[in-house]
């Protein structure tokens, strides 16, 4: 009996997820909006690796942030991982009580890989810089800006007429 809710539950959660990604378009929400305030919200307790492959640390994150999502609506974050050719980055770290966001920062600069949004997914590949070397002793820098809903239509109806 507990196993069948327990998969109910799990296919609600699913169920629900979907809809609320088509809720979001329908709105006219940014779903990366959405991610990126996840990514600023969502603590990990602990993150703790020893050379373990990025695509197990990426799988770990994922599973983590849809247990501490703090919701309204609990989606956690997806990953996209795009190996890079050869030979799959390694992590080693040991992080407690930190943001998913801050968490993919330090991993990607110490991997030499970058993220960017893709319709609220989080896509890890190879970073480069213009010389096609890899960025990975480059420092990265995120900056956060906050916008209400009217500067937002504001910014939306200028662009139209």
């Known amino acids: ?85 050869g030979e799959e980055p390694t992590v080693k770290l040991s992080l407690r009580n930190i943001k998913v966001g801050m968490a993919l920062e330090i991993i990607c600069q110490k991997t030499g890989m970058q993220w960017d949004f893709d319709k609220g997914l989080i896509v890890v590949k190879k970073a480069q810089n213009p010389s096609g070397e890899s960025a990975s002793s480059q420092p990265m820098k995120t900056e956060i800006f906050d916008f209400n809903r009217d500067m937002v239509n504001r910014a939306k109806y200028s662009q139209q007429k």
């Open 1 to 85: 009996m507990m196993k069948n809710m327990m998969l109910l539950a799990a296919l609600c959660g699913l169920l629900f997820s979907g809809l609320v990604s088509t809720a979001l378009a329908d709105d006219g929400i940014n779903p990366n909006t959405v991610t990126n305030q996840k990514l600023q919200t969502i603590r990990i307790p602990q993150l703790k690796f020893k050379d373990a492959p990025l695509s197990q640390v990426l799988d770990y994150i994922q599973q983590e942030s849809f247990k501490e999502d703090p919701g309204p609506v609990v989606t956690g974050i997806e990953f996209i991982y795009m190996p890079p050719k």
